[in-house]
Structures are given as structure tokens and as C-alpha cells.
């Protein structure tokens, strides 16, 4: 079974740094655009941060110069590395890849299941 399992979440003081892992498992071909997106209680859930297949990078307002969005091709895994963090960047955080299952495959969208990151002294 294809699915995107996430880890690296948890307790952080603020101004600390946690990096989260998103890993394709299951018979995966490549991974195309991928995302990593937050939801705080009571918000709505919005984008983080994204990475093409080429490598280009965008991000939220509100993390850009903390957050870092980067991906290992080989190991069907993406990144984000998270500095400076800020009681606010408390959520569950949610990947999102486009996967192809095999070379002539469409891609099909996935979700990863979600990881807390609570930013708190």
C-alpha cells in the first residue's frame, strides 16, 4: 500500500529547531511536487512550505528565513527543516506529494497522516 508516512514532531522550546521526515513507502517510481503544509486548532490548514521536482522552493510569509523545504529523489523522502520556531508554528503538520507508482503512471495526490510540532517553554 502507497502511503506517505511523516516523523521528526514534537516538543520544542521556542527558538529551537526540529526537522520533519516524509517518506513514500510502498512501490513508489517518483515523487513530482510535493508540500508540507499546518493546521493550529481551531485554523484552517495552510501551505508551508513547496518543492517542484526540479527543486524550487516557495514558502508562507510567515516562515520564510526559519523554514527549509528540500527533498532526497533516491530515498523518495522530503524535508522541512524548521529554525527559529515560534509558538505559533504549534500545528499538525501535513505532507502532500504527488506520487507516480510507476514510470508510466499518472501521479496520484497523497496525504501523509500528520505530525504534532508544539512549540512551547
Known amino acids: 500500500q502507497v502511503q506517505l508516512v511523516e516523523s521528526g514532531g514534537g516538543l520544542v522550546q521556542p527558538g529551537g529547531s526540529l526537522t520533519l521526515s516524509c517518506t513514500a513507502s510502498?512501490?513508489?517510481?517518483?515523487?513530482?511536487?510535493a508540500a508540507w503544509y499546518r493546521q493550529a486548532p481551531g485554523k484552517r490548514r495552510e501551505l508551508v512550505a513547496r518543492?517542484?521536482?526540479?527543486?524550487?522552493?516557495n514558502f508562507a510569509d510567515s516562515v520564510k528565513g526559519r523554514f527549509t523545504i528540500s527533498r532526497d529523489n533516491a530515498k523518495n523522502t522530503v524535508f522541512l527543516q524548521m529554525n527559529s520556531l515560534k509558538p505559533e508554528d504549534t500545528a499538525v503538520y501535513y505532507c502532500?506529494?504527488?506520487?507516480?507508482?510507476?514510470?508510466?503512471?499518472?501521479?496520484?495526490?497523497?496525504w501523509g497522516q500528520g505530525t504534532q510540532v508544539t512549540v512551547s517553554s
Open positions: 510502498g512501490s513508489i517510481f517518483s515523487i513530482n511536487d
Open positions: 502532500n506529494a504527488d506520487l507516480r507508482y510507476t514510470s508510466y503512471s499518472p501521479y496520484y495526490n497523497h
Open positions: 518543492i517542484t521536482s526540479g527543486g524550487s522552493t
